[in-house]
């Protein structure tokens, strides 16, 4: 197949059309998962043999089928491995892909290359909700469930909930609306949050502990606790893809094509706000990563997001791990905050697509 290049004089030069390849590129973001996930399990303070950890898995597999294999780790590094590292490692993988696909899906139903997973007021909201149990709260958990994971989960879902009756009150589903009420309703529950903090100055550094974005005391329970829901939110973005992709066309030409602009607009907001409230529950506020994964992405396979989305979901997971990774050597025996790791990686990256931007126009 070919096109032709429009506003010559004479005949037209027929040049090859690019041809996108979905099952690579899928294929080499599943590859970067894999291997980010890899060298998180195999790096660290304790370095682990990589034979001795395949095996070792492989052993736990097997033991569930009554079979078992020998050569695997010491006692002590299968602790490191299965207690520790794994479920960091694994709940990085999870917040990363949450995080990125929430991203995507922000920037595609507002049509804004700028938007991100916070956007709605999800990070003021679970911002406040931490403060508000680290300051005031007598017990530290629910039954098997931290008390300020729960807090924060239901902090952001409130916060998004706000800026939604917000807008929809003062001027319907319209995007330009909607970023205005998310504006407002974060600035107002960050200016709540200040107070507590102003109010509670013994308990600001672990609030800000839990600002900055933290995934040192990662647990199995964790997983257990944001599995189901970023499973449901982020399958439910990836059904989106298409619908967006009409979307972008514009609104009156999306309805003519099927499509409800408002009920699309309000599912994906919903879904990606459940995402985005799962990661920060676990994991603190973590920048940056729902706003550079998907500008990666788009730069390799253009701006279809029945393409964006996954890829953002499998890079964002390989990402959070990698920025995980380093945040646990490069100081070590000490560790750098996550949030500070994305913070230095993403800030100057997006500062150069920004730049390059810029310079094309």
Do not use: K
């Amino acid at each position: 197949m070919t096109t032709t290049t429009p506003g010559t004089t004479g005949p037209a030069v027929a040049r090859p059309a690019r041809r996108r390849r979905p099952g690579v590129a899928v294929g080499c973001g599943v590859l970067a998962l894999v291997l980010a996930v890899l060298a998180g399990i195999w790096v660290g303070a304790l370095p682990l043999p990589p034979g001795a950890v395949v095996v070792t898995l492989a052993d736990r597999v097997l033991s569930v089928f009554g079979g078992h294999l020998s050569g695997g780790l010491a006692e002590t590094q299968a602790a490191v491995l299965l207690e520790l590292r794994l479920p960091r490692v694994v709940l990085a993988s999870l917040v990363g892909a949450g995080l990125a696909v929430a991203g995507a899906a922000y920037q595609g139903v507002f049509r804004n290359p700028l938007a991100d997973p916070y956007l709605l007021g999800a990070a003021a909201g679970a911002g406040l909700g931490a403060t508000l149990v680290i300051a005031y709260s007598p017990v530290q958990s629910v039954g098997p469930v931290g008390i300020v994971p729960l807090a924060a989960f239901v902090g952001a879902l409130l916060g998004v909930g706000a800026a939604l009756l917000l807008g929809t009150a003062t001027g319907g589903s319209h995007s330009p609306t909607l970023l205005l009420a998310g504006i407002a309703v974060a600035a107002f529950l960050a200016a709540a949050q200040t107070l507590v903090q102003q109010r509670n100055t013994d308990d600001l550094r672990r609030i800000y502990g839990w600002l900055i974005g933290q995934l040192g005391s990662s647990q199995w329970s964790d997983v257990v606790l944001v599995l189901p829901y970023l499973g449901v939110s982020c399958a439910v973005l990836l059904c989106c893809g298409r619908a967006l992709d009409v979307l972008a066309v514009g609104d009156d030409e999306a309805t003519s094509l099927g499509v409800h602009p408002g009920r699309l607009r309000l599912l994906v907001i919903v879904a990606a706000s459940l995402a985005t409230a799962s990661a920060v529950a676990v994991s603190g506020l973590i920048g940056f990563v729902g706003l550079v994964v998907p500008h990666i992405v788009r730069r390799f396979v253009g701006g279809s997001h029945t393409l964006v989305l996954p890829l953002s979901l499998l890079v964002g997971g390989a990402f959070l791990v990698l920025a995980d990774l380093i945040a646990r050597v490069l100081v070590a025996p000490a560790e750098l905050p996550i949030g500070v790791v994305t913070a230095f990686v993403g800030a100057p990256f997006f500062a150069g697509l920004l730049w390059a931007g810029a310079r094309r126009r």
